[in-house]
């Protein structure tokens, strides 16, 4: 019988050696795979009300941040810039309304986002935002959110308490009826050079409310999947101690040899790959774009703890981003899917 996405998945999660090397986050060119292989994957995000958009197209929050598409990110979007709702964090209370979860349909809610989900091909992946320091800045901007968190990090911590109460009651009520196989959680807070912030000032502000939602997941024993960019590697063993498993996309300017040689299957790495170096840009070679993704799964893939996750970004109309997603798929199907058998 032959093995699922799914199963294949579960193998790299469970430390053991997969029969192909997985592929997690195929974006934003999904379908230039022409073998049209399932995802191993689906993350599901519940909407629980009703989608808002502004003049410019971008979505609305619930707390009623404005968000922009961009042209040269082929449409992904952004808080609107000089639009915050938030520029005194001691009056956080006046401005940060939390909308009523009351008389929520949890049950139906959570069937209609996994509606479309084949759970015997690909697992399920689901979580609360938790991307503290995210929303901090996407109400306050940069500047002032880190000024914030330096002059009055009790009210951060206050706001951040009552953003993580609305999450967790969310993921709570929403879990047990989604059964999802991973849980997910994030917080973009550091750059390509280092964290925006000290780790001394991770585990005062922000570690609590992360243990929080964490611990929606260990209760059922559910491996946790850490969304964090840049250069955050200072954080792991924060992350390991409250259930992280999977880290994406495990960037190139963290030292990521170093990372698997030191936890091996222990810590999945997903992603590995250099966005923006030379694969990335607009007018690589095809053989220059096939050789990156041969060197990123030949460094990371060897014993397992490893999925491929590389994407390739284009401002909009871009036909040479398209041609390069395909070659990094193609070679993908070629070289990852085949790469354990010829280890032997």
């Given at each position: 019988m032959t093995m699922t996405e799914r199963e294949n998945l579960l193998r790299v999660i469970n430390g053991q050696e997969p029969g192909w090397v997985p592929r997690k986050g195929i974006v934003p060119y999904a379908d230039l795979d022409p073998e049209q292989h399932k995802p191993c994957c689906v993350g599901v995000m519940p909407e629980l009300f009703p989608p808002k958009v502004n003049a410019k197209g971008g979505r609305i929050d619930v707390f009623g941040v404005e968000y922009e598409p961009t042209d040269s990110t082929d449409g992904m979007q952004l808080p609107q810039p000089n639009n915050f709702i938030l520029d005194d964090i001691t009056k956080w209370r006046d401005v940060i309304k939390a909308p009523s979860l009351e008389g929520i349909d949890w049950r139906a809610i959570?069937?209609?986002?996994?509606?479309?989900?084949?759970?015997?091909?690909?697992?399920?992946?689901?979580?609360?935002?938790?991307?503290?320091?995210?929303?901090?800045?996407?109400?306050?901007?940069?500047?002032?959110?880190?000024?914030?968190?330096?002059?009055?990090?009790?009210?951060?911590?206050?706001?951040?308490?009552?953003?993580?109460?609305?999450?967790?009651?969310?993921?709570?009520?929403?879990?047990?009826?989604?059964?999802p196989d991973i849980y997910s959680m994030g917080d973009d807070n550091a750059t390509a050079r280092s964290p925006f912030f000290s780790i001394d000032m991770y585990r005062e502000i922000f570690k609590p409310f992360h243990v929080r939602m964490a611990k929606v997941a260990t209760e059922l024993g559910l491996p946790i999947d850490m969304h964090d960019c840049g250069r955050c590697e200072d954080f792991i063993e924060d992350w390991r101690e409250y259930g992280v498993k999977i880290w994406n996309p495990?960037?190139?300017?963290?030292?990521?040899?170093?990372?698997?040689?030191?936890?091996?299957?222990?810590?999945?790495?997903?992603?590995?790959?250099?966005?923006?170096?030379?694969?990335?840009?607009?007018?690589?070679?095809?053989?220059?774009?096939?050789?990156?993704?041969r060197d990123c799964i030949d460094t990371f893939a060897p014993g397992g703890g490893f999925c491929f996750w590389a994407s390739v970004y284009g401002a909009k109309g871009d036909d040479l981003a398209k041609q390069r997603a395909f070659w990094v798929t193609d070679e993908y199907n070629k070289y990852g899917r085949t790469f354990y058998q010829k280890q032997g």
């Open positions: 959570a069937e209609k986002s996994v509606e479309r989900v084949d759970r015997k091909e690909s697992c399920v992946q689901f979580g609360g935002s938790s991307g503290f320091f995210q929303t901090l800045v996407n109400f306050m901007g940069f500047t002032e959110g880190l000024i914030a968190l330096q002059e009055e990090p009790e009210e951060c911590m206050a706001l951040i308490d009552y953003i993580c109460d609305y999450q967790e009651t969310i993921a709570r009520n929403l879990i047990g009826y989604i059964k495990a960037q190139v300017m963290n030292d990521l040899v170093g990372i698997k040689k030191k936890y091996g299957n222990d810590l999945i790495l997903t992603g590995c790959w250099d966005s923006s170096g030379p694969a990335g840009w607009p007018h690589s070679t095809e053989d220059l774009v096939r050789q990156a993704v």
